[in-house]
């Protein structure tokens, strides 16, 4: 691919990387801010920790990131997950934070924290969970990387799982994610190039219960920094060009203990029941500017009906046609943006299918963070 006058000069930064770190171990600590997006600060360790619960809370200026006034800014990171670090290696590591606040309560943009709620209440369905992460590459002015400048290239048809010079752009960058998140332990199970050009998708599990959310959060951290290093962006945008191309989603596959046993297709017909009740309320926490995506058109449903079928890939929720074969297995609900919150989205199916625990309610705590925000606003601009 062609070199963005933004490219890290890591030729000169793995001379560095070399250098003996005295026993030291370097943890960084990433978390979600206010904008679906993830940020990270670095501390020194004296040791490499055995677990995660040897990780200690840290915090950051929550005003800055769009998560707290300016009165109240201290947001504290509480470490949930680690995984070794693909870019300095040795013992240093990554680790996954929930946000928490002062007083006690989770951040408004904790979602993770009532999805754990859900799902450990839940546990005995023993929860399997596979998404799919699409996703667009941008050169450095915004526009699809490999288009031609000020135009477009030849309509759809040859890209989708496409090899060989303009079929296929940024196979380096893909190539380079795909490695870092199998020596990070993320579960990712694949990747291919997808229906538009300069837009990919790889998958993450099956993974149990809340550590699918956070395994997508990092290998979307991981993606951000790989693309950094090449000189490219990465946008989750469900429809990153208007017109006739493909927008990119988050398929989610889901399994219970109940569906993968014999007679498992009783309980994936009551969940497809489940989850046409509560439609609307999916719709608004399965990501931005999903409209934009979910015409009916390009592999997808209507925005504001619920449909499933077998095999059928124009259904909000689709039945693999094996599984209807076997009578048993999963489904794929295809409705979820490519920019939604996998946290929100398991939690919400969990919700759905298995009833509301106490502690927990996904929707109202999506539903709250705008009037939280709006509030939030006001404070910061008293004076």
Known sequence: MAQSTAVSNTNNLDRYLKLDQKGSVIAEYVWIDASNGVRSKCKTLKKKPSSVKELSEWNFDGSSTGQAPGDNSDVFLRPVAMYPDPFRLGDNIMVMCECWMSDGKPNAYNYRH????????????????????????????????????????????????????????????????????????????????????????????????????????????????????????????????PGDWNGAGLHTNVSTKEMREDGGMKHIEKAMESLGKRHKEHMKVYGEGNEARMTGAHETASYDKFTWGIANRGSSVRVNRACADEGKGYFEDRRP??????????????????????????????????????EMVVEVAKP
């Not at 997808?194 to 699918?212: H, K, N, R, S």
């Open 114 to 241: 009532d999805a754990s709620v859900l799902m450990d209440k839940n546990a005995k369905h023993e929860f399997w969970f596979g998404l799919e992460q699409e996703y667009t590459f941008l050169d450095e002015n915004g526009w699809p990387y490999g288009w031609p400048k000020n135009g477009f290239p030849a309509p759809q048809g040859p890209y989708y799982c496409g090899n060989g010079l303009g079929k296929v752009v940024c196979r380096d960058i893909v190539e380079a994610h795909y490695k870092a998140c199998l020596y990070a332990g993320i579960e990712i199970s694949g990747t291919n190039a997808e229906v538009m050009p300069a837009q990919w998708e790889y998958q993450v599990g099956p993974c149990t219960g809340i550590d699918l959310g956070d395994q997508l959060w990092m290998s979307r951290f991981l993606l951000q920094r790989v693309a950094e290093e090449f000189g490219a962006k990465v946008t989750l945008n469900p429809k990153p060009i």
């Open 337 to 374: 943006a490519s920019n939604a919150d996998p946290y929100q989205i398991t939690g919400m199916i969990v919700e759905t299918i298995c009833g509301k625990v106490e502690g927990a309610d996904m929707f109202q705590t999506a539903t709250k963070v705008a009037t939280d925000q709006q």
